[in-house]
Structures are given as C-alpha cells and as structure tokens.
C-alpha cells in the first residue's frame, strides 16, 4: 500500500496580531547578538589556537566549574555540594532545552 500524502501541505499558523516588539526585544537582541555572539566566536577561536589552556573565555568553560565540573574535560571535580551543583546544572540544561522547544500554550 502506497502513502498519500496532502494535495496541499497543512496551513502554518499565523502569528497574533498583538504580537509587538519592545525595548525588551531590543536590549535581548544586543545583548546576545552584539555580546554574547563574540564573546563565544573568540573564545572558541582562542580555544582552538590555544589547545589545552586554562583560561575561561567560552559559556560551556564558565558554566562547567559553576556545575562541579572541569572546565576543559567535563570530568566531575571533588567540590563542595558537587553532586548538588551538578544536579543543578542538568536540571537547568534540561529546562534550558525543555524552554526553548516547546511551544505554549494556546489560549
């Protein structure tokens, strides 16, 4: 038995006309586009021309000591509440992920 598929793909749905742009969408804009952005292509540029340094200039090398571990090899470090803090910081990836997949809902 063959598929069948639609004659006509499915409608996409139409953004809501309320929606607006504020200052608030400018100041994230700048912020992530103008610092953020970078911030990480520098870091990832120093990374690479500067194999095995310690120095933190990338979000994943500042993140992972916060988290209870290495900065360079991710392995789990013996600090104080590790277990905890590496919790914390799966759990907030996890939500990370979770937010910016998933739709809201409608209302």
């Known amino acids: 038995m063959t598929e069948r598929y639609p004659a006509t793909p499915p409608k996409l749905v139409q953004p809501h ?14 912020i992530v586009f103008g610092l953020a952005l970078p911030l990480e292509a520098y870091g990832l540029h120093y990374d690479r021309t500067h194999p095995g340094n310690r120095k933190k200039w990338t979000l994943t090398s500042n993140a992972r000591p916060f988290g209870g571990f290495d900065s360079i090899t991710g392995e789990p470090l013996d600090v104080p509440y590790g277990t905890v803090r590496r919790t914390a910081l799966l759990l907030f990836l996890y939500w990370l992920v979770h937010h910016w997949t998933s739709t809201r809902g409608k209302y």
Not at 17 to 30: H, N
């Open 17 to 30: 006309p309320d929606d607006e742009w504020t200052i608030g969408s400018v100041l994230w804009a700048v």
